[in-house]
């Protein structure tokens, strides 16, 4: 997974402890990504020691609880050149919850619920991308501003997509819906995979 690596990445500059990490982490990818649970930053580094890609030393403090220091291992340098070194495909391939909105409004045949579904997205979608652009101005790391632009591409082809999907669905009067719609009746109705029963 993407933050195992970014971890072993945060490492690899010099060994660190659970809440520096953290700080590093959030400031390295910036306000678009959102805060990094501390809980699971804490799972992850016990993973990566149970892989021996890191070892863990306890080092006392004088008036503070113990600190555990994470160093990055051989292994791990190995294996954070071995991901730098691939292609990232999607994660989540190209399942999208939108998508599916899309799908089940249409094969409603309702043109009003398509528009409903569109508009919204279309909003939300146009709300993050002024945040996006707002957070870009504000940045200061060239990294940061980079990967808000990066965010900001997303929505907006998203926000193409949109367009393409009313251009599909909406364009033609509603002919297209209507077609969707008999195609859904036909093909989940109760008789639609079995014999034609006999008249009379």
Not at 151 to 171: G, I, K, N, Q, T
Request: glycine share 8%; net charge neutral; proline share 4%.
């Amino acid at each position: 997974m993407a933050i195992q690596h970014a971890v072993l990445a945060l490492l690899a500059r010099g060994p660190s402890y659970g809440y520096e990490l953290k700080s590093a982490f959030e400031a390295a990818v910036g306000p678009q990504w959102g805060s990094l649970n501390i809980g699971h930053l804490y799972q992850i580094l016990d993973r990566l020691s149970r892989e021996k890609l890191v070892v863990a030393e306890r080092q006392a403090q004088p008036v503070k609880p113990d600190r555990v220091v994470y160093e990055i291992t051989r292994a791990g340098r190995d294996e954070l050149n071995r991901w730098l070194a691939e292609p990232s495909p999607r994660s989540g391939g190209f399942r999208d919850d939108f998508f599916l909105k899309v799908t089940a409004a249409a094969r409603s045949g309702a043109a009003e619920t398509v528009r409903t579904v569109l508009g919204n997205q279309r909003g939300h979608l146009m709300r993050e991308l002024r945040n996006l652009d707002a957070l870009r101005r504000a940045a200061d790391d060239p990294v940061v501003r980079l990967l808000l632009s990066a965010a900001s591409r997303h929505v907006e082809a998203d926000l193409a997509f949109v367009d393409d999907a009313e251009s599909a669905l909406l364009a033609d009067g509603g002919a297209t819906l209507a077609e969707l719609a008999a195609h859904a009746a036909g093909t989940t109705g109760p008789d639609a995979h079995g014999p034609a029963r006999a008249a009379g």
